[in-house]
Antibody
């Protein structure tokens, strides 16, 4: 059974940093692209970032580019999102999602971790 | 950046068919995928590549695409189908994954 478990969310002040983690199980982690998707309270889904199989290629939404860094540790089946220079508008539930074999959609999702940026 | 447009809400009586549309420029050239999200839960993939269903998703859920819009159809709607539904595509020109704004399905 595929499982994705996020952690690391919490309360942080504007300008601060936070590191999210997603531990994967039930599949060969290094065979799949991985993503972060977020959802602000009461709002829709927004794609944030993706990593290819080994982290050598990444992509970011314009709203987080230059502030967030996605990385992965295939030996530990873990995906990370380092979030720097956080803004109030980054407040959201952050989901870890596994890409499909053809990489174009999201086959499995974690339960999410809440990040709240407030002074 | 690429934009997908969905109606904010759709209402349907139990047993009827709900249709949720997703429009975008040149959407015919892109694979469209659909997710269901119930309150307090993570999204679940219900249709991929325009019209394919993952294992475990009821046949009542189907997808189609014509012209400038894709459509998610849910036949014989049940109270348990009440949820938010999102369409999604991959925009190859920007290497970004794009979601529609979401449609809340209400079962009357």
């Amino acid at each position: 059974e595929v499982q994705l478990v996020e952690s690391g969310g919490g309360l942080v002040q504007p300008g601060g940093s936070l590191r999210l983690s997603c531990v994967a199980s039930g599949f060969t982690f290094s065979d799949y692209w991985m993503h972060w998707v977020r959802q602000a309270p009461g709002k829709g889904l927004v794609w944030v970032s993706r990593s290819n199989y080994d982290g050598s290629s990444t992509s970011y939404a314009d709203s987080v580019k230059g502030r967030f860094i996605i990385s992965r540790d295939n030996a530990k089946n873990t995906l990370h999102l380092q979030m720097n220079s956080l803004r109030v508008e980054d407040t959201a539930v952050y989901y870890c999602a596994r890409g499909s074999v053809r990489t174009v959609f999201f086959e499995y999702w974690g339960q999410g971790t809440l990040v709240t940026v407030t002074s | 950046s690429y934009v997908l447009t969905q109606p904010p809400s759709v209402s349907v009586a139990p047993g009827q068919t709900a249709r949720i549309t997703c429009g975008g420029n040149n959407i015919g050239s892109k694979g469209v995928h659909w997710y269901q999200q119930k309150p307090g839960q993570a999204p679940v993939l219900v249709v991929y590549d325009d019209s394919d269903r993952p294992s475990g998703i009821p046949e009542r859920f189907s997808g189609s695409k014509s012209g400038s819009a894709a459509t998610l159809s849910i036949s014989r709607v049940e109270a348990g189908d009440e949820a938010d539904y999102y369409c999604q595509v991959w925009d190859g020109s920007s290497d970004h994954w794009v979601f529609g704004g979401g449609t809340r399905l209400t079962v009357l």
